[in-house]
C-alpha cells in the first residue's frame, strides 16, 4: 500500500505486504532527511536516514528513496508486521541549521 | 539504561498554575532540545541548546523558560499555564553541529491543563 504522508495520513496495509510512505518536503535546501517511527505513548524513534548527494539508502527491512527533482522522500517497508504499526514521520535538515522540521506524519496499522 | 529521560511522564494541572519538566541525556551530547506535539501528532521545535547556550528559541510564548544547568540537563519551566498549552512535550538530545543531526528523543510529558 501507499500513503502520501501530507494528504493522506493514514495507510493500512496486510501483514506480510510492503508498504510504502511518502513524504513531500518543501525546501530544495535541505541537504539531510530522516524517518522517525512513533508508537503510541512512546517518543519518535530513528529509523534511516539519508543525505541529499544520495538516491537510496537500504537498513533491515527499510529503504528509504530520495527524488530531489520533485523533492520527494519515500520510506519502504518490507514484508510489514504488527510490530511495524505507528505513526512515521518524515524530517528534514536545512543545510547550516541545526534542527530539524518534521512532517505531519502517516498512521500505519497493519492488519494481521 | 535510558538515554533521553524526561519526568514526569504525565501531568496534569489546573489553568494558571507554573509547572516544570525536567530532561536528562546520559549519551554525553552536546545538543538537547524541546518539541511541542500537538493532539495531530504535529512535531514543532520550541528551543534547542548547544553546551547550556541557547541557540533556537522559535516563535513561543514568554511564559515558556528553558534553563541548562549543563549540558546533560535541559528544562523546561511553564508560567500561568493555558488550555493551549495541553501538548505533549518531547525532549531531544543529539550530538550537535550542523553534520550530526539525528536526534534521540525521550518518552514525552503528556500535559493536560483543566
Known amino acids: 500500500g501507499e500513503s502520501v504522508g501530507l494528504h493522506l495520513p493514514t495507510l493500512s496495509v496486510q501483514e506480510g505486504d510492503n508498504s510504502i510512505i511518502n513524504c513531500a518536503y518543501s525546501n530544495s535546501a535541505s541537504d539531510y532527511f530522516i524517518w522517525y517511527k512513533q508508537e503510541s505513548g512512546k517518543g519518535p524513534q530513528f529509523i534511516i536516514d539519508?543525505?541529499?548527494?544520495?538516491d537510496k539508502r537500504q537498513g533491515q527491512r527499510v529503504t528509504v528513496l530520495l527524488n530531489k527533482t520533485v523533492k520527494h522522500l519515500s520510506l519502504q517497508i518490507a514484508a510489514t508486521q504488527p510490530g511495524d504499526s505507528a505513526v512515521y514521520f518524515c524530517?528534514?535538515?536545512?543545510?547550516?541549521?541545526?534542527?530539524?522540521?518534521f512532517g505531519t506524519g502517516t498512521r500505519l496499522t497493519v492488519i494481521p | 539504561d535510558t538515554a533521553v529521560s524526561q519526568t514526569p511522564k504525565y501531568l496534569v494541572t489546573q489553568m494558571g498554575n507554573d509547572k516544570s519538566i525536567k530532561c536528562e541525556q546520559n549519551l554525553g551530547h552536546d545538543t538537547m532540545y524541546w518539541y511541542k506535539q500537538d493532539s495531530k501528532k504535529f512535531l514543532k521545535i520550541m528551543f534547542s541548546y548547544n553546551n547550556k547556550e541557547l541557540i533556537i528559541n522559535e516563535t513561543v510564548p514568554n511564559r515558556f523558560s528553558p534553563k541548562s544547568p549543563d549540558k546533560a540537563h535541559l528544562n523546561l519551566h511553564i508560567n500561568s499555564l493555558e488550555l493551549g498549552d495541553s501538548a505533549v512535550y518531547f525532549c531531544?538530545?543529539?550530538?550537535?553541529?550542523?553534520?550530526?543531526?539525528?536526534?534521540?528523543f525521550g518518552s514525552g510529558t503528556q500535559l493536560s491543563v483543566l
Open positions: 524530517a528534514e535538515k536545512l543545510r547550516g541549521a541545526n534542527n530539524l522540521f
Open positions: 539519508i543525505r541529499s548527494n544520495m
Open positions: 531531544a538530545s543529539s550530538e550537535g553541529g550542523t553534520t550530526n543531526e539525528k536526534l534521540f
